[in-house]
């Protein structure tokens, strides 16, 4: 067996000497050295010896096959052949990486936290279960105002004394306007995000349950030239520095000026186009200047503070941005939607 | 609502450069919102007036027949299926290529060349639906089509000139109508009408305003056959009520004209008296109601006259007062109507008759044998018309109008307005009773001190003086200078004016000095403000720690964790909680919810998060999602409902629910999953959390987390009979936190501290025990970390169970690290240690030490 095996060892390295090229190479490996090659083979019937010359012939049998490989280095470093010269796939994938996902709303919520915290701006939140009196009264909506028709609202099965419903699931964040006002005093700076309700039937453009951003400034000699320039800035930042907006009359009851703000249409650059209906703009929220009987609710003296607040739906935004064609996907909780983000 | 140009060209003139859609914008940027620019005529393009020349009976078909149509030019001949056709008949031709509405439903289709039962037909004889039409020629009988011949009359209009005439031309469907969003109006009772949108758009564009042709008052009163008396028993809710009795009224079509107007507008004609009411309220805004008089009116010569003779004397009393509780009335749509005692009533002295702003009876209903009639012209309570409407659930025209606060001087306007235009189609009708006028109001009109700085500072533009004044006078508004001031405020305040407000305004929607700076701003246009940063006091915001610790919760979760967020509705129903198991009693509850599925608010994330399993569990084989939001509980919280009230409201924690599930390689793995995301969420928190078994009544395996002492979630692997019943077919593990819990003790963690390595290296060893499977990991775990004084870490990294293990048994591989702080450890050193080790988890939990 010791023979058989030095043999073999000779026979190899003679070979490999004679080794021309990585292809003969290569041949001479798959000869002696592969699954079914001569010494291969050989090893093998090693472990059939008895125990004693099993020990013996083993030792010698390592030395062989350490022998040989360094030869086989030395003769492959010899006629260049390397590791580089097997194909190699560079386009097979790489190892996944496994990633989570924060809700789009989430990610739009936060791009506006920022832009309005570098502006000064608190952020708020607020009871999504809000009293009449905040979400309606507060903001110059008393009971039985045909402005209560604007927001359908869903009403806790609870009536106060006088046999009202007393409590709302909010209609809109401006809920926490006179919240923020009776906790933070005037000069006021904060913008409010969370969910909102409306008890309205769902389709691809509406949804009882959404989001909102209310934003509300209050300071001495605040104008509508001072709203603008805010929103003016919110949408640079959210759409990029080419859009522009323009305000119309528009009726809230919590602010007087009242005014609906529109955005140039992203879609047709305010050519005009099915999206905008033709016209070039788009309408993205209400604002206006704080009404006078809104910061007396709040107990801010309407004679030395006045403000601006806006409010929008974050959906909106967000349908915009990433170009959602249905607000109904971002309560589906569906992943095929919710792991593009 | 829908406002007609050419009914708003009665009173402005819109220069030709303004085209349609520019008016539209206009009355969009300064007044209202206009939805859509709807061209009437639009969709009758290839539509042309032809004569029926020649009809022929089809061969094929009975109830078709062949018609040669001369159309000017040429004739066509058509199948035709109309059954009023008739040689001569003027009829509306569609050739080919025009739009039609086949058989009036459906999309616009455009008209081919066509085959109908072997006989060519190019083009169409229309029917009124299938040109939308309907209005304008209401259809009496089935498969009728226009006949144009009676439009077609006075001579000069008809003859053959007339033929081959594009049909919107020949009608006059030059009109463009406005479709106005009611919502932007709300505030504006003036506006709800074309001559309330014309006064506004009088200042925009500027136009003079053409003043209604209107007779002195005196001039309704007539020589009174009938004794008209009304008594209004309740002044807060009816400020005003005017009525007249007119006589000799022939009930018919009204004319052309108006029927158009009243199309146009959405309005279905339906005849002169009926048609003459609706005009006068979509031009004027004042709703008004006919009521037959010989219905309510009481005759002492004769009886009423079905023969439409004049009314002999009479008296008519109209008590106007709240209803008696479970009185009822049958109004105009012929449902029974069960009023209370907060509604209004118009009477006749002794049965209901209308309920007032809101709707008629139908037992006074003006019907084709009316011949005379009591108008009413009246003005009522806002909030009670509004409460009213909403009881009954009966929102109308008028209702939607009074419940925005009418100017009661309108009720005269209108009233002489029907009389005119009664006269119109009825020349012979005489007003027969004196004119009844109860009023009780009084309106605020100010004048408002206008200071015109605070004005300029307020808009943030620098509006001339004239240019203020300008506007407000094109919108009514009378303007004189101020009382001087006193001298010490003189220079300091700016001009000063007074602002006196019209009527139509002065009903609630323009009462403070922001009020006129709304006017000036839109009027002046907000396209001409430029924008400019407000200029404060710089501050940093206060941070909002609690959103800020649910955004980290947040990065840790969608980032190092790679989970889905997910936002679920706040409502939960109570069958999708009886099959968890979850009592439904304590849940708060919408008084009015939109669908069975939403009838609560959730007390927990959870339900929703596994239904959101069931709806994924096809498509993603793991699922791991979580949400971040409030849920509602019945107890009272911190703040209060406001308003001076001290009652608070219901709780409502954030709370953070996780969901790990799907199909399982290892047993328990979802379990693990979200153990090892607590645990990593923990860790990224400076927590640390602790897990120990805990049964929960229902069954299925969980743990209950404790940091810090306190316990403050579970964490629970499901794989119950109530899973399965929500439809869920896979491994599910939940867990649920309370946020604010969690930040409170997170806070005294603070900020992370730098730690120094050692200075001398660590010899690392694996150990493997063999120990009674029913012994806790946790246990273990902290006995052999305290088992020797030179151990640094422990680490499981092999659990094995089965094979050359006893049954009943496990075995642990953990892998330890030594090390001391004051040298470098020798091997000997540490294999002593380890035997001692080994003694100590012997002796305690019999661990043997087993060979790797």
């Known amino acids: 067996m010791k023979n058989k095996l030095q043999n073999l060892k000779q026979e190899i390295l003679n070979q490999l000497d004679k080794a021309a090229d990585g292809l003969a190479l290569q041949a001479l490996e798959k000869k002696y050295l ?237 050519k005009g186009c099915p999206v905008c209906k033709q016209t070039g703009w788009v309408e993205m929220l209400g604002a206006g200047l704080v009404h006078p009987n809104v910061l007396r609710f709040g107990g801010i003296d309407p004679k030395i503070y006045s403000g601006f607040a806006f409010g929008t739906g974050i959906e909106r935004l967000a349908m915009m941005k990433y170009g959602i064609d249905d607000i109904r996907l971002f309560h589906s909780g569906d992943l095929h939607f919710l792991q593009q983000f | 609502m829908l406002i007609s140009l050419n009914w708003l060209k009665d009173f402005i003139n819109v220069p030709p450069q ?256 009926v048609d003459v009411s609706n005009y006068v309220m979509l031009e004027l805004g004042q709703p008004t109601h006919a009521f037959d008089l010989s219905r309510i009116a009481t005759q002492t010569v004769t009886n009423s006259h079905p023969t439409g003779q004049a009314y002999g004397a009479g008296e008519c009393n109209i008590v106007v007062r709240r209803a008696k509780r479970g009185e009822t009335i049958t109004t105009l749509d012929g449902q029974e109507r069960k009023l209370d005692a907060e509604m209004l009533l118009i009477t006749d002295g002794k049965n209901p008759v209308a309920i007032a702003g809101v709707m008629g009876g139908r037992v006074s209903e003006v019907d084709s044998n009316t011949t005379g009639i009591v108008i009413e012209s009246a003005n009522f309570n806002p909030v009670s018309i509004r409460r009213t409407s909403q009881k009954l659930g009966l929102r109308s025209e008028a209702s939607m109008r009074f419940e925005k606060s009418l100017d009661p001087n309108l009720c005269a306007v209108a009233l002489q307005r029907i009389v005119s235009l009664i006269k119109i189609s009825c020349p012979q009708a005489a007003i027969t009773s004196n004119l009844a006028d109860i009023k009780n109001f009084k309106l605020n009109q100010g004048p408002i001190k206008l200071d015109l700085n605070w004005l300029n500072k307020k808009v943030g533009a620098e509006i001339p003086k004239a240019k203020t004044i300008k506007i407000l006078k094109d919108l009514g508004f009378e303007t004189s200078p101020s009382t001087p001031l006193l001298s010490k405020e003189r220079g300091k305040r700016g001009e000063v004016i007074n602002v006196k407000a019209p009527t139509w305004r002065a009903t609630k929607d323009i009462s403070i000095p922001e009020d006129l700076a709304e006017e000036a701003a839109r009027i002046y246009g907000y396209q001409n403000i430029k924008p400019a940063a407000p200029q404060v006091l710089m501050q940093a915001p206060a941070a909002n720690a609690e959103r800020e610790f649910i955004n980290r919760l947040r990065d840790v979760l969608s980032g190092p964790a790679a989970m889905t967020e997910v936002y679920n509705y706040s409502f939960v129903n109570a069958g999708q909680l009886a099959k968890l198991g979850i009592e439904a009693r304590s849940h708060i509850k919408l008084a009015n919810p939109l669908t069975q599925d939403h009838t609560l608010l959730r ?105 810090e002492n306190k316990i403050i979630s579970a964490v629970y692997w499901h794989n119950d009979a109530s899973l399965r019943e929500a439809g869920i077919k896979v491994n599910t593990a939940v867990c649920e936190f309370d946020v604010a819990e969690l930040f409170k003790v997170c806070q005294p963690m603070g900020i992370k501290k730098h730690q120094a390595k050692d200075k001398f290296p660590y010899v690392r060893r694996d150990m493997a025990f063999a120990v009674n499977e029913k012994i806790l990991y946790n246990d273990f775990r902290r006995t052999l970390l305290a088992a020797h004084s030179l151990i640094k870490e422990v680490e499981l990294f092999d659990v094995y169970q089965g094979g050359q293990l006893g049954p009943g048994e496990k075995s642990w591989a953990f892998n330890l690290t030594f090390g001391h702080s004051q040298k470098t450890l020798t091997g000997a050193e540490v294999d002593q240690a380890q035997k001692e080790i080994a003694d100590k988890m012997a002796k305690k939990y019999g661990a043997q030490l087993r060979d790797f």
């Open chain 2, 603 to 707: 007390q927990s994330l959870i339900p929703a998060l596994l239904q959101n399993v069931a709806a994924n569990q096809r498509q993603t084989a793991e699922i791991k999602i979580y949400e971040v939001g409030r849920v509602f509980l019945p107890a009272a919280g911190e703040l209060t409902k406001g308003g001076g009230k001290q009652e608070k409201l219901p709780q409502q924690p954030i709370k953070l629910g996780l969901v790990c599930a799907g199909k399982e390689e290892r047993e328990h793995a979802n379990y693990f999953k979200l153990k090892g995301i607590a645990e990593h969420l923990a860790g990224s928190l400076g927590l640390k959390f602790e897990f120990s078994p805990y049964s929960q009544p229902g069954g299925g395996a969980a743990a209950k987390i404790t940091s």
């Open chain 1, 34 to 270: 592969g699954r079914k090659g001569e010494l291969t083979l050989l090893l093998k019937d090693i472990g059939n010896l008895p125990a004693e010359e099993k020990k013996a012939v083993g030792k010698v049998a390592n030395g062989i096959r350490a022998e040989i490989q360094a030869k086989l280095a030395a003769v492959k470093q010899r006629l260049g052949v390397s590791q580089a010269d097997k194909f190699f796939d560079a386009t097979l994938p790489g190892v996944k990486v496994e990633v989570g996902h924060l809700h789009p709303l989430t990610q739009v919520q936060r791009e506006l936290e920022k832009i309005f915290t570098s502006m000064g701006f608190m952020v708020l939140d607020g009871p999504e279960l809000e009293s009449d009196y905040y979400n309606f009264e507060a903001l110059n909506i008393p009971a039985h105002h045909p402005a209560r028709d604007l927001q359908d609202t869903f009403y806790i099965d609870h009536k106060n004394q006088q046999g009202e419903y007393d409590l709302v699931m909010r209609t809109h964040t401006s809920s926490v306007q006179v919240r923020a006002m009776e906790k933070y005093g005037a000069p006021l700076r904060c913008a409010v995000l969370g969910k909102i309700y409306r008890q309205e039937a769902t389709d691809q453009r509406h949804e009882h349950t959404f989001y909102q951003i209310e934003g509300l400034m209050v300071d001495k000699d605040i104008s509508a030239a001072n709203l603008m320039a805010v929103l003016q800035t919110m949408f640079a930042r959210l759409f990029g520095p080419g859009v522009t907006i323009r305000l119309r009359t528009g009726y809230f009851s919590f602010v007087e000026p009242g005014v609906e703000v529109e955005m140039s249409c992203l879609l047709c650059q305010g």
């Open chain 2, 18 to 273: 303004i085209t349609p859609d520019k008016l539209g914008e206009l009355l969009t940027l300064h007044t209202v919102e206009v939805e859509a620019v709807r061209k009437l005529g639009g969709n009758l393009a290839k539509v042309v007036v032809g004569e029926i020349i020649k009809l022929e009976p089809h061969p094929n078909a009975d109830r078709l027949k062949l018609a040669t149509v001369n159309i000017g030019k040429e004739t066509k001949r058509v199948v035709c299926g109309g059954g009023n056709l008739s040689v001569g008949m003027k009829v509306a031709f569609a050739q080919i290529g025009a739009r039609i509405k086949w058989h009036g439903q459906g999309e616009l289709v455009e008209l081919q060349p066509a085959e109908i039962r072997g006989v060519k037909s190019a083009g169409m004889i229309c029917a009124a639906a299938e040109l939308g039409l309907e209005s304008l020629f209401p259809v009496k009988e089935e498969r009728e089509v226009i006949d144009l011949t009676p439009s077609m009359s006075p001579p000069d209009k008809g003859g053959e000139k007339i033929l081959g005439k594009p049909l919107a031309d020949v009608l006059g469907l030059d009109d463009v109508v406005y479709e106005i969003d009611n919502k932007s109006i709300t505030h504006r009772p003036d506006l709800w009408s074309h001559y309330g949108m014309a006064r506004d758009l009088a200042a925009v564009l500027p136009s003079p305003l053409t003043p209604l042709p209107l007779q002195p008052l005196g001039r309704l009163r007539g020589r009174g056959k009938i004794k008209l008396e009304v008594k209004v028993e309740d002044s807060k809710l009816c400020p005003r009520y005017m009525a007249v009795a007119v006589d000799n009224i022939e009930i018919k079509p009204s004319p052309e004209w108006m029927r158009k107007r009243l199309a146009a507008c959405g309005q279905r004609p339906i005849n002169n008296i």
